[in-house]
């Protein structure tokens, strides 16, 4: 606040022009500020403003004594409302060490242009692929957030919980054929859609890689951004073909008319809470083969072990062919190895080569992690080794032979596991398989960013029933023939 000065000639108050460095008065007259009135104004101004608050860097590497000085001096520069200079030091700070991802966010948050703020974000992102400020900032340069949700995803996850008690509406498309109108299936031999009755055949869609769906960054974000949490309990599955509604779980994507008999698959339903599937992989084992694969399964010594205290025999056996979601999540994680190396040196010329503490930082990565996007069954966890190769885009139509299961485990909550378990797999990757004495090795894997897309994979469920009357879930791969067998359980 500047001290007060009343002018000679109209008696009113006087302001002064920080520019010019004049006195102005309403009546036009002016009069030079002196020193000392300047220094009264900047020191009041001061104590007005407080203290500058700690400059913070996200910034993971190491920085530079110089060029942390610069870029502390651009933020005192900012303080002092002196945006060009900022804008000055910032640009050198990057200049200085290129990596610092610092400079270039704030360049952005100080940029009037679209264009250049956009880019400068970018250079963020390019340098560190999770930076969440930078990927919020960029995403509402894009539409992706407004505003308003932005600055809501600021805040922890505490959106309202809403338990919706009525079902939710849905739009759907059918699985008919579009010359004669029949009902489509899949040719198990060639993989394509067929109709039963005319035998159209549907469009080859084209192979799609891993990883398409999205940023895990950007979906929690997304998540956070929403006011309003939904947990969905049932939908509403209106036929196009007979007209009938009926009520379906949440965690069904496609289902038959039981009226007429015409499939549907669900599209959206009326919250905006379905994310489509990316990938698919076919069923390329049938029925008759997964019974095969559980009952070779069942001859293995643990369980032919198990049946001399139990009547563990199968007297019945359901199968049903199911695409199941799984969450495929790519991740790059940074890795810091260090070796710490206890010996004594042996000799002179040792003392001048020996490192006693050595580390080193890269990058890594891993591709095609799945996490089983479904609660129940939990078997659904040892039932990951798909091989996505043979994964082709999404088409609903594809649907038309086996129903769909659709998520109820969002994404943002798998990736927790899937980090975990990446980080695991790392850190064993680049551990030593031999240890030599006196020498520890320590491994701390980051991630760094993770991308995802949702699958959509062939299993086989069997409900078998034992001699006993115990009842135990059995999963088959529909691609690998792999099996998972479940706990038997007491049925009352």
């Known amino acids: ?198 035998g159209y055949l549907a469009p080859v869609t084209e192979t799609r890689s891993a990883g398409s769906g999205g940023v895990v960054g950007a ?37 038959v008319c039981p009226f007429c008999g015409q499939q549907a698959v669900i599209k959206q339903d009326a919250l905006t809470t379905i994310e489509k599937p990316d990938l698919l992989i076919p069923f390329t084992l049938t029925e008759d083969h997964a019974r095969a694969a559980i009952a070779e399964r069942l001859r293995q010594a643990d369980q032919r072990l198990a049946g001399l205290f139990n009547e563990n025999r199968v007297a019945q056996m359901e ?48 591709v095609g992690v799945l996490t089983p996007a479904l609660r129940s069954p939990k078997l659904l966890a040892t039932l990951t080794d798909f091989e996505l190769s043979d994964a082709v885009a999404y088409d609903a139509r594809r649907l038309a032979a086996n129903p769909a299961a659709l998520y109820d485990i969002p994404v943002a909550d798998a990736s927790l596991t899937a980090r975990s378990t990446i980080t695991s797999a790392i850190k064993a990757q680049h551990e030593d398989a031999i240890r030599q004495q006196d020498i520890e090795i320590r491994v701390y894997a980051s991630v760094i960013q993770m991308t995802y897309t949702l699958l959509l994979a062939p299993v086989w469920i069997a409900t078998l029933t034992e001699r006993d009357g115990d009842v135990r879930t059995a999963l088959v791969s529909g691609q690998t023939g792999k099996v998972a067998l479940g706990k038997a359980t007491r049925q009352t």
């Open 1 to 198: 606040m500047s001290p007060e000065k009343l002018c000679p000639r109209c008696q009113q108050p006087m302001t002064v022009d920080t520019k010019t460095g004049f006195w102005i008065s309403a009546c036009g007259y002016k009069v030079p500020e002196t020193l000392e009135e300047a220094q009264a104004r900047m020191a009041a101004r001061a104590a007005a403003k407080g203290s500058p608050p700690p400059v913070t860097i996200t910034f993971r590497g190491a920085l530079e004594a110089r060029t942390r000085s610069i870029y502390e001096g651009a933020h005192a520069h900012l303080w002092h409302d002196r945006r060009a200079d900022a804008v000055r030091d910032f640009k050198r700070a990057a200049e200085l060490q290129p990596e610092f991802t610092d400079p270039y966010l704030w360049l952005a948050k100080l940029s009037d242009d679209e264009t250049a703020k956009r880019g400068y974000l970018e250079e963020v992102l390019a340098r560190d692929p999770g930076h969440l400020e930078a990927l919020r900032l960029l995403m509402v340069i894009k539409g992706e957030l407004t505003a308003e949700e932005a600055e809501r995803s600021l805040q922890a996850n505490d959106a309202r919980r809403v338990e919706v008690t009525e079902a939710v509406k849905t739009e759907t498309e059918s699985l008919t054929c579009p010359v004669c109108g029949g009902d489509l299936t899949v040719d198990t031999v060639s993989g394509r859609v067929v109709c039963k009755f005319c």
């Open 319 to 366: 199968l049903q062919g199911v695409f199941v979601p799984y969450w495929v999540f790519d991740a790059l994680v940074l890795v810091s190895k260090t070796r710490i190396d206890h010996r004594t040196p042996y000799s002179r010329e040792h003392v001048r080569t020996f490192q006693p503490y050595e580390n080193m930082q890269f990058q890594d990565g891993m």
């Open 219 to 255: 979906a929690l974000l997304k998540r956070r951004a929403q006011p309003v949490q939904w947990v969905i309990g049932k939908r509403l599955l209106h036929c196009k073909a007979c007209g009938a509604e009926r009520t379906i779980p949440a965690t069904t994507l496609s289902a």
